[in-house]
């Protein structure tokens, strides 16, 4: 429960509007279905924490909030600090929150958010002083200025690791645990509506430090533990940087994971080289090491070193994560080929795994050999070793062999960490890809779009279930032409959404939280009109490009890629047989800078007036797990006034 491994995922809709009662919610968590099982992942769950705060306050007879009054601020004298929002809102020194908007460059307040329902997880309201003290508690493993408020031995498990979560990091109870030049670290960070907060532990050099902030995220965050720890213990680096960062400067495209074809940028920020990761943040660099590896500022375990060309200039990075190399070829650069391109087509095609129950795909990526695996990324190859192996370039513990005959390249076997599988290869005749015009005449785009027009403003309504969260609601959808829409969920006592897009211009009201959307959020917006689903792509979307050819739950796909300017692209899937969108994969971007990789199931086509539906949408990510959404109606031709498509404050409706 307190190491983040019991397979729920955040339950965040439970305690997102503030007013549901502590054991309300806590009964509402009761019908939650886990999305893994118990110790098989992390994921961060506030609710866990509230359970535990409040199985504390009954096993002493009290409540968490007096437990923490008597046991923890009034023997630390923490005299300033509460877990009462209403409380800290009389105090004239209170600090203002706010929330950098990236899309407007202007720091907007934010109200201070009632945690009250939520208090064990993230409700105490402190100051550094005060702070300080806690750090000092800390650093004393359980005991304070002579007395003892935890016993060593419970205060030491805190800090043991209950978990690995990857790249160095693991989970303790209630810290993250990673390392400094060989020093454990015990840290963690928090977040709420205008304020973000660090503590960090250096326990064998007895250093700690707390940082409070009024904005809701900063990498100040992260950044400041190795800031802190170089400042008052690694070496005095002398003003300025020696390394001239001009040849590093640039663009390089990432192929992995979730990136495809995404531009990371090299630029210089605050006087150090650093990487614009796309949908994340501005990561700094260190200055490079004997070996030629700038490590990243926020982490030790993490890492990029930069290859040039025999005329000396730069024409990739590599990226080391959590084992892995990533190779990131400079924009505008091609890969040097390595085997004639001509030597590689005979291994080309598909090779059939029973064991994986998967069909991989060979294929060229960047002037070289790779595996396409299906739903994780394409893997490229080394040329072949003395033992005609072709090791992954990503990692040296998988590689491939062919075997051929007279007639050719008959199979492929696949060893990975002491298994072998042997692939033989598929009979399949390769077929040219369908070009865009293809994809839209399938689609019949244009007589869908005039089919659309005569459905005339239309409402649907249906229902709405989290199974992650334990809450079903309502929705209702009002849809007019291609750049109007207002969608509404409602989910009983514990609050609900609106969206509303009319023309240039978005809204949002969540959860009481009300804010016009702009720049890239106000994008996304728009591309949430139900025609991305079942209409002309042509409307929403700069770019549209034909990817491969694949196969989903036994059909035919194409596979396509939708992107308009610079906002996260779309992956969709398109039955090869009647044109509809079965699956899509995006990454949706959240208020502070957040990024949520997000996978998108539809189902239930039916034709309303010549146009197909979807009447199920089962949309699922690692924060929150599933939302399936039911159609039960849609009426055609209602009518409809423009301001329904606009949304005000709520001390203004």
């Known amino acids: 429960m307190l190491s983040h491994r019991t397979g729920y995922t955040r339950m965040g809709l439970l305690i997102a509007n503030g007013t549901v009662p502590r054991e309300e919610t806590l009964l509402a968590a009761t019908n939650v279905e886990p999305w893994v099982g118990l110790r098989n992942g992390f994921y961060y769950n506030n609710v866990m924490y509230l359970a535990a705060g409040v199985a504390t306050g009954n096993a002493a007879a009290a409540d968490w909030?007096?437990?923490?009054?008597?046991?923890i601020f009034e023997p630390l004298g923490m005299t300033h600090s509460n877990a009462s929002?209403?409380?800290?809102?009389?105090?004239?020194?209170?600090?203002?929150?706010?929330?950098?908007?990236?899309?407007?460059?202007?720091?907007?307040?934010?109200?201070?958010?009632?945690l009250n329902n939520i208090g064990p997880a993230g409700g105490i309201n402190s100051n550094v002083l005060d702070m300080a003290q806690w750090v000092r508690f800390q650093l004393g493993f359980g005991a304070y200025e002579g007395g003892r408020l935890v016993a060593e031995e419970q205060h030491k498990e805190t800090w043991t690791s209950q978990i690995e979560i990857g790249g160095g990091i693991h989970y303790g109870l209630g810290w993250f645990i990673r390392e400094w030049l060989g020093q454990p670290v015990i840290e963690h960070g928090g977040n709420i509506d205008g304020f973000a907060s660090q503590v960090a532990l250096l326990p064998e050099s007895n250093?700690?430090?707390?940082?409070?902030?009024?904005?809701?995220?900063?990498?100040?965050?992260?950044?400041?533990?190795?800031?802190?720890?170089?400042a008052l213990l690694g070496e005095l680096e002398a003003e300025g940087s020696a390394v001239d960062y001009r040849p590093y400067?640039?663009?390089?495209?990432?192929?992995?994971?979730?990136?495809?074809?995404?531009?990371?940028?090299?630029?210089?920020?605050?006087?150090?080289?650093?990487?614009?990761?796309?949908?994340?943040?501005?990561?700094?660099?260190?200055?490079?090491d004997e070996e030629g590896m700038w490590y990243f500022a926020v982490s030790d375990t993490v890492a990029v070193s930069f290859e040039r060309n025999e005329a000396g200039d730069v024409t990739m990075l590599k990226q080391y994560q959590s084992g892995l190399t990533f190779d990131l070829p400079r924009a505008g650069v091609e890969f040097q080929v390595e085997i004639p391109l001509v030597e590689l087509q005979k291994y080309l095609g598909a090779y059939r795994s029973e064991d994986l129950e998967v069909d991989l795909k060979v294929v060229i990526q960047n002037n070289r050999l790779a595996i396409d695996v299906p739903g994780e990324m394409v893997f490229e190859l080394y040329p072949p070793n003395e033992e005609a192996r072709w090791v992954f370039r990503l990692t040296g513990e998988v590689a491939v062999e062919f075997h051929e005959s007279g007639a050719g390249v008959e199979s492929m076997t696949m060893y990975?960490?002491?298994?072998?599988?042997?692939?033989?290869?598929?009979?399949?005749?390769?077929?040219?890809?369908?070009?865009?015009?293809?994809?839209?005449?399938?689609?019949?785009?244009?007589?869908?779009?005039?089919?659309?027009?005569?459905?005339?403003?239309?409402?649907?309504t249906g229902t709405t279930w989290l199974p992650q969260s334990g809450v079903e609601g309502t929705l209702?959808?009002?849809?007019?032409?291609?750049?109007?829409?207002?969608?509404?969920?409602?989910?009983?006592?514990?609050?609900?959404?609106?969206?509303?897009?009319?023309?240039?211009?978005?809204?949002?009201?969540?959860?009481?939280?009300?804010?016009?959307?702009?720049?890239?959020?106000?994008?996304?917006?728009?591309?949430?009109?139900?025609?991305?689903?079942?209409?002309?792509?042509?409307?929403?979307?700069?770019?549209?490009?034909?990817?491969?050819?694949?196969?989903?739950?036994?059909?035919?796909?194409?596979?396509?890629?939708?992107?308009h300017g610079e906002l996260p692209p779309a992956t969709v899937h398109v039955d090869a047989e009647t044109g509809d969108l079965l699956k899509s994969e995006t990454v949706v971007l959240i208020k502070g800078g957040i990024s949520i990789p997000v996978m998108i199931r539809y189902e239930d086509y039916r034709e309303i007036q010549g146009v197909r539906i979807p009447f199920r949408t089962i949309s699922s990510n690692e924060m929150s797990g599933r939302e399936v959404i039911q159609i039960d109606s849609i009426e055609t031709n209602i009518d409809v006034n423009d301001d329904i498509f606009t949304l005000s404050p709520p001390e203004e409706d």
């Open 207 to 230: 250093l700690g430090f707390v940082l409070l902030t009024n904005v809701t995220a900063t990498p100040l965050q992260q950044e400041s533990i190795n800031m802190v720890w170089d």
């Open 85 to 114: 929002t209403k409380q800290s809102q009389t105090d004239p020194r209170l600090s203002l929150g706010y929330l950098w908007d990236d899309d407007l460059e202007v720091h907007i307040h934010q109200p201070m958010r009632d």
């Open 416 to 460: 990975q960490a002491g298994q072998v599988f042997n692939m033989p290869r598929l009979d399949v005749v390769s077929e040219p890809l369908p070009t865009v015009d293809d994809i839209l005449a399938l689609r019949d785009a244009e007589s869908r779009k005039a089919a659309r027009r005569q459905l005339g403003a239309y409402r649907m």
């Open 476 to 563: 209702n959808v009002y849809v007019s032409g291609t750049n109007q829409i207002r969608l509404e969920a409602d989910y009983g006592k514990f609050g609900g959404t609106r969206l509303a897009v009319n023309g240039g211009r978005a809204w949002s009201q969540e959860f009481g939280r009300f804010e016009e959307l702009h720049g890239s959020r106000l994008g996304q917006a728009i591309q949430s009109h139900p025609a991305t689903i079942s209409g002309d792509w042509r409307d929403f979307f700069e770019s549209i490009r034909v990817h491969r050819t694949s196969e989903l739950d036994g059909r035919k796909v194409y596979v396509v890629r939708l992107q």
């Open 65 to 71: 909030d007096t437990l923490l009054a008597e046991r």
């Open 249 to 288: 400067l640039g663009e390089y495209l990432a192929n992995f994971g979730p990136f495809s074809n995404e531009e990371f940028t090299v630029l210089v920020q605050n006087g150090s080289l650093a990487i614009d990761v796309p949908g994340q943040t501005v990561y700094r660099l260190k200055d490079p």
